[in-house]
């Protein structure tokens, strides 16, 4: 599987083939049944800092966070089903176990990260970043 380079355009199409390589079964059944509801957008890594600090701070591997646990996690939250947040919690429960066991994270930043992406990623802030960022949204009256 390639990953995709920061700054790279997310399809559905492309969302779904990664969302394959993760095991995302549900994710890839929501994006077919629901292809027109979505948009592209662009991985930025791990959305705050940039990689390379983020690795830095942390002393882990930048491409194991942003590849291993981000991308994931922001196909997770792309196409995250709307004002569901028992999903959110579990999504960024398993961010932060992702964190820990596939970058080598310290347990005190992996939950420094996972409380920074309950706040910060509140589907309410409608954000690049927030809790179903992928969806095409109308407002009331069109």
């Excluded at 700054?7 to 929501?30: P, S």
């Excluded at 991308?71 to 932060?96: M, W």
């Excluded at 964190?99 to 409380?115: G, N, V």
Aim: negative net charge; contains cysteine; glycine residues 8%.
């Amino acid at each position: 599987m390639k990953y995709p380079e920061i700054g790279e355009e997310i399809t559905t199409e492309r969302a779904i083939e990664l969302c394959e390589h993760f095991e995302l079964a549900y994710l890839v059944k929501r994006i077919r049944e629901n292809a027109g509801n979505y948009k592209s957008w662009k991985f930025d890594g791990c959305s705050i800092l940039p990689d390379e600090l983020m690795g830095l701070l942390t002393g882990c591997d930048w491409r194991d966070i942003a590849y291993k646990c981000c991308l994931p996690h922001d196909l997770k939250y792309a196409y995250g089903d709307p004002e569901n947040g028992t999903e959110r919690s579990l999504v960024d429960i398993q961010f932060r176990s992702d964190l820990m066991l596939k970058a080598d994270m310290p347990h005190w930043c992996a939950y420094a990260f996972h409380s920074a992406v309950q706040v910060g990623g509140a589907e309410i802030f409608g954000l690049s970043f927030s809790w179903g960022f992928a969806r095409i949204t109308t407002e009331k009256g069109e």
